[in-house]
């Protein structure tokens, strides 16, 4: 799996796979996403540098969120961590949500943090157990509008 940074000409296929997950979480049941993202919800983050594309023979399979500071999240916490938001994959049970959280720690490492941190709607549960087994220990709850959100981080650098 080929990583690459997304340019603004790639707000579409970002969309189509955030779509892509939507949809399938939305078919289990897990209303958590829109049913399409806004183009101008994503495309700060394009042009920043921090969304990053991932490419199996040509093909966009997947897509993920790296910025170095989350103040809404975040707030009260030291900064020097990554932090990983929209992270969406194509075809879900093919390791590649795996390999993007792994990829997600090294990117963080070359960048001289030491912690990786994401976080989740508290009430599900499965997604939550995910990143559990991903070895993400779970720091604490916020509450962000609507949406409690279950905080959790991940050291990953000396």
Do not use: M
């Given at each position: 799996m080929k990583i690459r940074a997304a340019r603004p000409d790639d707000v579409g296929v970002v969309l189509d796979v955030l779509g892509d997950a939507a949809a399938w979480l939305q078919a289990r049941g897990i209303r958590q996403w829109p049913e399409r993202f806004d183009s101008d919800w994503v495309m700060p983050a394009i042009e920043l540098g921090a969304?990053?594309?991932?490419?199996?023979?040509?093909?966009?399979?997947?897509?993920?969120?790296?910025?170095?500071?989350?103040?809404?999240?975040?707030?009260?916490?030291?900064?020097?961590?990554?932090?990983?938001?929209?992270?969406?994959?194509?075809?879900?049970?093919?390791?590649?949500?795996?390999?993007?959280?792994?990829?997600?720690?090294?990117?963080?490492?070359?960048?001289?943090?030491?912690?990786?941190r994401l976080d989740c709607v508290s009430w599900n549960e499965p997604l939550r157990a995910y990143y559990e087994c991903a070895g993400y220990g779970h720091v604490g709850e916020v509450t962000v509008g609507e949406y409690t959100q279950s905080r959790y981080e991940k050291r990953v650098g000396g």
């Open positions: 969304t990053w594309l991932a490419e199996v023979d040509g093909e966009i399979v997947g897509t993920l969120v790296v910025q170095w500071d989350d103040p809404i999240f975040w707030a009260g916490y030291r900064a020097n961590a990554g932090y990983l938001h929209r992270l969406a994959v194509r075809r879900p049970g093919t390791g590649r949500g795996r390999a993007l959280l792994r990829w997600a720690e090294r990117h963080a490492v070359e960048a001289g943090k030491r912690f990786v």
